[in-house]
């Protein structure tokens, strides 16, 4: 009896093993495997990047601002004012890359308020233009920077609160001041590097 309930415990032992080792050798195999296609990837980034910029947007800059408690400006450091949501976002993107992240997003417009942040080659402009035409879709393709290839796409940045319209219309350096609510105001550029 006593060596029976031993025989057993020593089979039931084996047989866990077995699959405890064959689950982690198949989760091992599955792991070596995982890729996520780069599209899949800078839709994710980009709904997080989006989502904190209209949250910062709406709940800081437009609410405060309404209150009249304190306004959003450029010269945000020295004028105890708020960090503009083009800041806000640069600023993340800076300290992103700071975690040695290779990841790069900014914002770039067809009517820039800074020369800066116009489309620097003639395929972003073309995809400026087309997520103008077609604000849902994204525009991707692959570019080269100093011999890295990346995985570039550009999604439409749409007018989502007042204040965005009111700032870029009123805004002495804004080369187009008839914005309206949900309008495509620029874009978000991802660009994913595709080798480690
Ligand atoms: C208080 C003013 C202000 C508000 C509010 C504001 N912007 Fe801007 N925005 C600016 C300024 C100024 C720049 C240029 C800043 C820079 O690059 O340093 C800019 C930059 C941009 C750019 C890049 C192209 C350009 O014009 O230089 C886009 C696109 C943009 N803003 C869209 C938006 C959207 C969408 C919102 C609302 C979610 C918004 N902005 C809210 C003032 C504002």
Redesign the pocket.
């Known amino acids: 009896m006593r060596s029976n309930g031993f025989v057993l415990g020593a089979v039931l032992t084996t047989a866990l093993g077995l699959v405890f080792s064959t689950v982690s050798a198949e989760s091992k195999a599955a792991e070596s495997h995982l890729a996520i296609p780069a599209e899949t990837v800078a839709d994710y980034l980009h709904a997080v990047i989006e989502a904190d ?2 949250v910062y ?1 709406v709940h800081v ?1 437009e609410r405060l601002q309404k209150k009249g408690k304190i ?4 010269d945000w450091r020295t004028s105890h004012t708020l960090p ?4 806000f976002l ?1 600023e993340s993107s800076e300290l992103a890359a700071l975690t040695g992240s290779k990841v790069r997003y900014r ?3 067809l ?4 020369p ?2 116009a489309p620097t080659t003639e395929s972003e402009r073309q995809g400026l233009e087309e997520v103008q035409r077609h604000p849902e879709q994204r525009h991707s393709g692959v570019i080269s920077v100093g011999g890295t290839q990346y995985f570039q796409a550009i999604y439409a ?5 007042q ?2 319209i ?3 219309n009123a ?1 002495p350096r ?1 080369p187009k001041r008839d914005f309206k609510a949900n309008d495509v ?3 978000i550029v991802i660009e994913i590097p595709l080798s480690d």
């Not at 306004?71 to 450029?74: C, P, Q």
Request: aromatic share 2%.
């Open positions: 910029r209209t947007t800059v306004v959003a400006s450029e503009l949501p083009a800041q640069r914002l770039v417009g009517w820039p308020i800074n800066q942040n940045d749409r007018a989502v609160a204040a965005c009111g700032c870029h805004h804004s105001m620029g874009a």
